[in-house]
């Protein structure tokens, strides 16, 4: 009652197909071979019978023996059948190729558009990720980001930030804000900015962006000619800082997280370079800390913190 089933062979089309013609193939040479001992032995008794037994010993076809003409015919019908199977009817047969090679160009096909939907489903994947990381992004401020990029600038009430390849003003405490917030970090900067330095400053991985190919530097200092390439040269800090000028300021607002601006409280109508305005509906203040003009300072100024909305 319970006995095992008999298992049923799982032979697909293809492969009973396949045997079938291997059968097919083994009859017709098996017939070929028969044919040829026979025609081997047909000729010895064609021969027997000629020169033996005597008959029709007066019979000549062309001058020949009439066994001789039997044995070439049979021997030219042997060649026919030997081409035909081995020549003509290739391996299993012509039918057979073309039916083998359309049943290969159609799974090629079927492999093809399934490697189609895979590439699809996977690049949809990969779009709804880059999706999810965008809003999670917007949606989830306290969310941890691999770094954050920081604009740190000094700059007027009408955002003058500099003036003939320098500085508009000297204040000390900006300056020590600066180095505070900076040291350790990668500094990115305009070619110009670089060249307002005397030196390199110490303790700061200097990025220098310029549009010349051999732009000579101190040692250490890294030459790159775009904005990307810098922010991968930066990748491995935690806090890489833009430290201006005001051309790498504008091309880099749009992707800071950050803005650490000391707003000098005054006009500068003389500067010719500037930082860009702070959209209020992008960024918003997060900080800020006054510092009043004294005999060290010609102006009173205030750090400010803007953060990313
Ligand atoms: N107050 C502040 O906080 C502050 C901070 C920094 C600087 N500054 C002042 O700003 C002034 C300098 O600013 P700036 O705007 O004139 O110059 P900059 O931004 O420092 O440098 C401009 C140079 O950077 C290179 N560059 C810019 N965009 C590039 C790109 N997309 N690809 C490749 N190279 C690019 C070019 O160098 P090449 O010409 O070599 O190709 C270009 O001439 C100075 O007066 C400086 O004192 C003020």
């Avoid at 001789?68 to 199977?85: E, M, N, R």
């Avoid at 809003?135 to 700059?155: G, V």
Wanted: with cysteine.
């Amino acid at each position: 009652m319970f006995g095992k089933k008999k298992p049923i062979p799982q032979i697909d089309k293809t492969q009973l197909a396949l045997i079938k013609n291997a059968e097919r193939r083994i009859k017709q040479k098996k017939r070929l071979y028969i044919h040829f001992v026979i025609f081997l032995i047909g000729s010895v008794l064609l021969i027997v019978a000629n020169t033996v037994l005597n008959i029709g010993q007066e019979f000549k076809i062309f001058g020949l023996d009439w066994f001789v003409i039997a044995i070439i015919v049979w021997f030219v019908l042997f060649i026919y059948h030997f081409i035909s199977v081995f020549i003509i009817n290739k391996f299993m047969g012509r039918d057979w190729e073309d039916q083998q090679r359309d049943l290969l160009v159609a799974k090629q096909e079927e492999r093809i558009e399934k490697l189609k939907q895979e590439y699809l489903a996977k690049e949809s994947k990969v779009a709804k990720s880059q999706a999810f990381d965008a809003s999670a992004k917007s949606s989830a401020p306290f969310q941890k980001k691999k770094s954050e990029l920081t604009l740190i600038a000094a700059a007027g009430e009408d955002n003058g930030i500099g003036k003939d390849g320098d500085l508009i003003w000297h204040l000390g405490d900006d300056l020590k804000r600066f180095k505070n917030l900076t040291s350790g970090h990668c500094i990115i900067m305009g070619r110009k900015t670089f060249e307002s330095f005397k030196n390199p400053l110490p303790n700061r991985t200097h990025i220098v962006i310029t549009r010349q190919d051999n732009y000579a530097v101190p040692s250490g200092v890294i030459v790159v000619h775009n904005l990307d390439d810098a922010l991968d040269a930066a990748r491995k800090d935690a806090q890489p800082f833009i430290i201006g000028g005001g051309e790498i300021y504008r091309q880099a607002i749009g992707m800071a997280d950050k803005i650490e601006l000391t707003r000098v409280h005054g006009n500068f109508p003389t500067a010719d370079t500037f930082f860009p305005e702070i959209d209020g509906f992008i960024w918003k203040e997060t900080h800020r800390k006054e510092h009043s003009k004294d005999n060290t300072h010609n102006y009173a100024f205030s750090f400010l913190t803007y953060e990313r909305k």
